[in-house]
């Protein structure tokens, strides 16, 4: 599920609701465009967070030779590349 499918559902949900003008006895159009759309916008809303949240991940190496130990930490962001840090 994605930003596609929050703006399918939501645009589906105003056809429901605004374009088809019959009724059936089993179930009210209206309310179910209006589910549609409700959970249309949800949906979307939570593929933009998904989509703008940070990422980051830290790497750690640790070398020992005969001068001692050296220690090369790196960080990986998704929105940045990567940094390394000493």
Known sequence: MGIGTGIFL???G???TFALNFEVE???LDLIG??????GFIVFVISLILVMRK????ETVR???GA???VVERET????????LH
């Open 10 to 12: 939501f645009v589906v």
């Open 14 to 16: 105003a056809i429901v």
């Open 26 to 28: 089993w179930a009210n």
């Open 34 to 39: 209006y589910i549609l759309m409700g959970a």
């Open 55 to 58: 990422r980051s991940s830290v």
């Open 63 to 65: 070398r020992v030779d």
């Open 68 to 70: 001692g130990e050296q």
């Open 77 to 84: 962001r998704s929105d940045s590349g990567t940094t390394e």
